[in-house]
């Protein structure tokens, strides 16, 4: 399990069709990302990248992990920006202490 963030990084590597067009969606170094996927194939022990110096493909492998990948990673995404929503969203009990001519006059027309 200590190749997810690998995983996300190939997810847009494969989604690009570009190391340097990844690199710059993601902020990072090309030759970091280069490096890092593949630290990834040498761990799965298959190469998923066809790379030429005009393009890169994915090999039979990584169209399998890509598409498999491309779940994990969008799932976790979505659970993220999920849980962010949560915060931006103010929730639970609001106690309120005034005199009740105040609150007849003002919040009866906001909760009302």
Request: hydrophobic share 45%; no cysteine.
């Amino acid at each position: 399990m200590n190749h997810l963030n690998d995983m996300a990084l190939f997810v847009e590597v494969a989604r690009a069709r570009s190391f340097r067009k990844a690199a710059e969606a993601l902020g990072m170094p090309n030759s970091t990302l280069s490096r890092r996927i593949s630290e990834l194939e040498k761990a799965i022990g298959l190469r998923l990248l066809h790379r030429t110096t005009r393009k890169i493909e994915l090999t039979e492998a990584g169209q399998l992990y890509y598409e498999r990948s491309k779940r994990i990673v969008d799932e976790a995404r979505l659970a993220h920006e999920q849980l962010g929503a949560m915060l931006e969203q103010p929730s639970g009990v609001l106690r309120v202490s005034l005199p009740v001519d105040l609150a007849t006059l003002y919040l009866t027309p906001i909760i009302g």
